[in-house]
């Protein structure tokens, strides 16, 4: 693998190109109408006020890591690509399994790629942008060779499902692309990556380890509960997605006219609307997908770009523009000049070593779970041991009082 202290002066530079794709939804969908039978709302209202019709939710056999990892292998499929040719994997979330060890690291070593780093990045809804970023910028160093990141969220998890203004909004899925350095011109051309931690209040979850600097609990929001004041995050949103995609198409040197499709995050359909206003540009240009999935939050963009690949939206050679917006506040755009035809040829050896990576994975998994058990047992029998942990009882007791 090349890095960047061993590449000679005056080499051809690499380029990060999107070379996979992938996506993964819940199989439940729930719909306006299924959300009336609990909350004090209607398909009328919800339709009228954000363009959603339903949204799928994550089952209890469900997580972010679950999702994306589906996501990853479909990308990787997508690609032709083994597992043990990662060099890093990022997850956007904002909806992790725990503080720590990443989802990342939980998706990394379910996958097999044994030989990636793997860290989780929280920007919220824009999060799928910083993460391109960051591993294009990786790849462009020279770095890494390539890299999987995922946006994936179960956001269904931090809902407050009695409050309506923010539980009728959001849906779980994950959405995954696979990076890789080439040396033709082309992929991300451009990134603007911004934030205004001043609008932190605005929207936000209260968790676990936080101090309550910016009296959130004091305005009646809730632990581990989703909150948002939708007026605010509208007026930073129509302000933002228009300046932002201006300054990513003048980084990247072409012009508006040269732009063909723009994927944004799917947080409300008149916010879209409102972006094109202000780019007066026809909103067919924008992807739309929220009336089926509702806001993902991280995965909203990758979700979008796959269906907008399936359905040819996406040609190569064509520029397209990332563009997301959420909490922190944070917001990003990207220029990116599509470099992958629209199927790979699957090779058979390739498949099967895929799936060989990602059952050897699993048996590795269950092979620490009996090592640690086994392990426990023998611990256990021994009694120096257990006179031991008698005594670090004793301690911690005392220590407490």
């Known amino acids: 693998m090349p890095t ?31 959300l009336a039978t609990f909350v004090d709302t209607n398909d009328d209202w919800i339709r009228s006020r954000t363009g959603i019709r339903e949204r799928h939710i994550a089952s209890e056999r469900e997580s972010t890591a679950t999702l994306g990892l589906k996501a990853a292998q479909a990308a990787l499929e997508c690609a032709d690509i083994l597992p043990i040719e990662l060099d890093l994997v990022i997850v956007a979330t904002s909806t992790p399994e725990n503080i720590f060890p990443s989802t990342a690291s939980l998706i990394q070593d379910r996958l097999g790629a044994t030989r990636a780093g793997a860290f989780d990045l929280s ?49 779980d899925g994950a959405g ?5 350095a080439g ?18 209040d605005l929207l936000g ?20 509960k989703m909150h948002m004041n939708g007026s605010e995050v509208f007026k930073f949103a129509t302000r933002v997605i228009g300046e932002s995609i201006l300054q990513a198409v003048d980084l990247a040197g072409i012009t508006m006219n040269e732009l063909r499709l723009i994927v944004p995050h799917q947080a409300n359909e008149r916010i879209i609307q409102a972006a094109a206003r202000h780019l007066k540009i026809d909103p067919t240009l924008f992807v739309t997908n929220l009336d089926r999935y509702g806001n993902t939050s991280a995965a909203s963009i ?9 359905t040819g939206r996406v040609k190569m050679g064509e520029h397209l523009a990332f563009v997301g917006f959420g909490g922190g506040l944070t917001w990003a755009s990207m220029i990116v000049k599509w470099s992958a035809p629209q199927s790979v040829d699957q090779t058979l050896l390739k498949r099967q070593r895929r799936q060989f990576s990602y059952t050897l994975a699993r048996w590795r998994a269950a ?6 058990r086994i392990n426990d047992f023998f611990g256990a029998l021994n009694p120096a041991r257990r006179r031991l942990a008698r005594l670090r009882r004793k301690i911690d007791a005392i220590d407490t009082i």
């Not at 990758?302 to 399936?310: K, R, T, Y």
């Not at 092979?367 to 640690?372: A, D, E, N, V, Y």
Request: charged fraction near 15%; glycine fraction near 12%.
């Open 367 to 372: 092979l620490r779970r009996i090592s640690r």
């Open 183 to 200: 040396e033709d011109e082309g992929g991300v051309l451009s990134a603007v990556l911004r934030s205004d931690g001043g609008g932190a």
């Open 302 to 310: 990758p979700i979008a770009l796959c269906e907008a690949v399936q």
């Open 123 to 171: 920007a919220a809804c824009s999060g799928f942008v910083y993460g391109v970023n960051m591993a294009s910028q990786a790849i462009r160093t020279g770095s890494i060779q390539t890299a999987l990141v995922i946006g994936a969220e179960t956001m269904s998890r931090v809902m407050n499902w009695q409050d309506r203004n923010t539980c009728v909004l959001f849906g």
């Open 4 to 34: 960047a202290g061993n590449r000679k002066a005056g080499a051809t530079p690499f380029y990060a190109h999107i070379v996979g794709w992938g996506m993964a939804v819940p199989e439940t969908v729930m719909t306006n109408d299924d």
């Open 205 to 224: 979850i209260p968790t676990i380890g936080s101090v309550d600097t910016l009296g959130m609990l004091d305005n009646g929001h809730t632990m581990h």
């Open 176 to 180: 995954a692309v696979v990076l890789r």
